[in-house]
Nanobody, 126 residues
Framework: QVQLVESGGGSVQAGGSLRLSCAAS????????MAWFRQAPGKEREGVAA???????SYAESVKGRFTISRDNAKSTLYLQMSSLKPEDTGVYYC????????????????????WGQGTQVTVSS
C-alpha cells in the first residue's frame, strides 16, 4: 500500500512560481513511477509531468520549459517546481504512483496509476 500527501498549493499571480511536494510512504516498489496530474473545474484530469523508474521524465506540452519534476529519494518526496504560471494552470494538482508504466507514452495517462493523493489546489490569477 502507498500513501501520498500533497502540499504547497496556493494562490499566485500570473508569472509567479510555486513548488508542490508529495510525501510518499508505503511499498517502495509500488511507487517506482510517479507523476503529477491536474484537474480544472469541468475538465478531465490531465497529466502534467512524470518521472519514470529509470529517472527519465515526461511533460505535457503546455508546461514544458516552465515546470520541473524531481524526486528526493532520501526524503521519499516528489516535487513539482512550477514557474511562469498562467491562469490556465489553475486546478487541483494530484500526485500519483505506480509500480510500472510499461510504455513511455503512457506516463501521463491517469488510468496507469493506482495510488493517488488527495490533491492540492493551485489558483493562478491574471
Amino acid at each position: 500500500q502507498v500513501q501520498l500527501v500533497e502540499s504547497g498549493g496556493g494562490s499566485v499571480q500570473a508569472g509567479g512560481s510555486l513548488r508542490l511536494s508529495c510525501a510518499a510512504s508505503g511499498d517502495t516498489a509500488r511507487r517506482s513511477y510517479m507523476a503529477w496530474f491536474r484537474q480544472a473545474p469541468g475538465k478531465e484530469r490531465e497529466g502534467v509531468a512524470a518521472l519514470a523508474g529509470d529517472g527519465s521524465t515526461s511533460y505535457a506540452e503546455s508546461v514544458k520549459g516552465r515546470f520541473t519534476i524531481s524526486r528526493d529519494n532520501a526524503k521519499s518526496t516528489l516535487y513539482l517546481q512550477m514557474s511562469s504560471l498562467k491562469p490556465e494552470d489553475t486546478g487541483v494538482y494530484y500526485c500519483a504512483a505506480a509500480s510500472l508504466v510499461l510504455v513511455k507514452g503512457w506516463l501521463l495517462t491517469p488510468s496507469k496509476y493506482y495510488n493517488w493523493g488527495q490533491g492540492t489546489q493551485v489558483t493562478v490569477s491574471s
